[in-house]
């Protein structure tokens, strides 16, 4: 059976930073706009 | 109602009430779509375990058209009504539909190299996609490139108006032309093709992306406003 998991983990991992990194972002600069 | 919100400090109020709502359902969603996607969830007849590419591939999908069409609407209310909120959500949104687009292109290539053999092939839906990609990367472009705030807010608008037209060229490419991307397996118009141990992941995580944008855009809605009011503050 062929392992999948590489491409398993890439698609999830890539989506969780992204959005991770994306809801960090905009945490930070509302952070900044608001004081 | 709309119009009553076109008051920011109205919409800040509201978005205050609503941003940790959103943001409490985006948390249970998420981690009940990703429980269900992983551990309760069978693996594929034919694809074996990399179905599970589909829970986050799929709503991703969904969530670039949806977020594009809404930013289309957003700008046309603003143009033609000069409703404030509508003008900035377009900016606010960008970067969220942008970044779900990413996903959908990446999470598929990353299923396409395993099931197709090709991590590309420029069939009528991946292409379609990426250039909704490029009007994302695009518009934000377009805006950022003008001194003047609400002349890059105004060709902006247009430019995702425009873009509208891609977005049933997406939707139906894989009706409209022989592509090696599936057809839909969920249509309005007949029961799910689809097992509900599989449709109950994909609506899952379709939620958790869905009230997780909302939380996102309301937040960087009050970023540009609080921002607006910055500059007028510190221009007086």
Known sequence: MTDYTFYIAGAWGIAAAVLGGLAL??????????? | MITKFANPGKFLALSRRLMPVLFALAALSLSFGVYKSFFDSPPDYQQGETVRIMYVHVPAAWMALFVYTSMAVAAFVGLVWRHVVAELYARAAAPLGAAFTLICLVSGALWGKPMWGAWWVWDARLTSVLILFFFYIGYMALVAAFDDEQKGINAGAFLLIVGMVNVP??????????????????????????????LTPLLSMAAGFTFLFGALALMRLETEIFRRRNQVRDAT
Do not use: E, G, Y
């Open chain 2, 169 to 198: 060229v997406v939707k139906f490419s894989v009706d409209w032309w022989n592509t090696l991307h599936q057809p839909a397996s969920l249509t309005r118009l007949a029961a799910p093709s689809i097992d509900p141990a599989m």
């Open chain 1, 25 to 35: 972002q905009t945490f930070c600069a509302w952070r900044r706009a608001k004081k």
